[in-house]
């Protein structure tokens, strides 16, 4: 019998505080499913828990919300899943960082043929974040512009294929000069690179004057504040994340009437949580990926041994793309 692993903390800290340990893991409980896992996402909110940013809910705990892999086994109650099916999630309870794991079966996502585990390791979280963005909280015409920060990193180039696909025109801020590359290959109209020049001008230059329908940005702190300065009229701020600083107070009455702003920190888990039909918007993510639509970069493959590299290079912000550990 072969033994399974996971990466698990006893300490908040540095990425040196995880470590590999074997563990045991129980047949699944009712509503429950057993996946072997493949491919495993790596993404920001991992080293908020890993720093106790985001306190797990008992020391020693496991990191990471998103894999891919196959049902081995199903809890009572469940339906529709069997085992041998191909599937991914991305969602609590923490953990995702083992070789074999159970999970609520509401949450577990079928994938189709067409993607691979990596693929779907590295877009689950990310596509389903979005799909929420693009289809629920700013929902953008054909013809309106929509500035993407960290336009290379993998949530910013879904978005911007996404939002390109859409009709809209997109400007990408991105950190250098190879990330500027990048983010035109996948299909920005317009890319600013922050450490040559200010992006509130840029934006402002670019547009006439007129500014951007939506802004999505994950930075929080000064940077969320100053995209409030290149919103139209009944545009919207988002903000998905403060990897830079945390997220400041808004007055009320800086947005509006006269600049009649509005900002959204949506969260993905609540999404996920209440979606009425997660699979459907699961469907038309993949459904995206496997006809080539929308094109999943990933930027460093790790051993499950490795997520302290992986960790380190990802807090590097030199990356692009997404990072997927493999068991």
Not at 125 to 131: D, E, K, N, R, V
Not at 157 to 186: F, M, P
Not at 272 to 285: G, I, N, S
Request: charged share 15%; net charge neutral; aromatic share 4%.
């Amino acid at each position: 019998m072969s033994t399974d692993y996971a990466i698990r903390i006893h300490a908040y800290g540095g990425p040196e505080v995880m470590v590999c340990e074997p563990i045991e893991v129980p047949p699944p409980a009712p509503g429950e499913v057993q996946i072997s896992q493949s491919a495993i996402g790596i993404n920001y909110l991992d080293t908020y828990h890993r720093r106790g940013v985001f306190a797990l809910p008992a020391l020693p705990g496991g990191l990471g919300v998103e894999a891919a892999g196959r049902v081995v086994a199903v809890g009572e109650g469940v339906a529709h899943l069997a085992p041998g099916m191909r599937v991914s999630y991305a969602c609590p309870p923490v953990g995702s960082y083992a070789t074999l794991r159970n999970l609520p079966a509401r949450h577990v996502l079928r994938v189709p043929d067409g993607v691979s585990d990596e693929q779907a390791a590295a877009v689950t979280l990310q596509g389903l974040t979005a799909h929420m963005l693009l289809r629920k909280v700013t929902r953008p015409q054909p013809g309106q512009t929509v500035l993407v920060h960290a336009a290379a990193g993998g949530l910013g180039s879904l978005l911007t294929q996404w939002a390109n696909r859409l009709e809209c025109r997109v400007i990408g801020v991105v950190g250098s000069a190879a990330k500027a590359e990048q983010a035109r290959r996948q299909g920005c109209d317009a890319v600013i690179v922050g450490s040559e020049q200010p992006f509130v001008e840029a934006v402002r230059a670019l547009t006439d004057g007129a500014g951007v329908d939506a802004v999505f940005e994950g930075l929080g702190g000064t940077v969320f504040q100053d995209c409030l300065r290149v919103v139209k009229p009944f545009g919207q701020v988002v903000n998905l994340g403060q990897v830079a600083e945390g997220l400041p107070s808004v007055a009320l009455a800086d947005l509006g009437p006269a600049r009649s702003i509005s900002v959204a920190v949506p969260g993905v888990f609540a999404y996920v949580r209440t979606h009425p039909d997660l699979q459907a918007a699961a469907d038309e993510l993949f459904g995206l990926v496997a006809d080539g639509a929308l094109k999943v970069h990933i930027g460093g493959r790790f051993a499950l041994r490795q997520a302290a590299q992986a960790h380190e290079a990802l807090q590097s912000r030199g990356t692009t793309g997404s990072l997927v550990l493999l068991p």
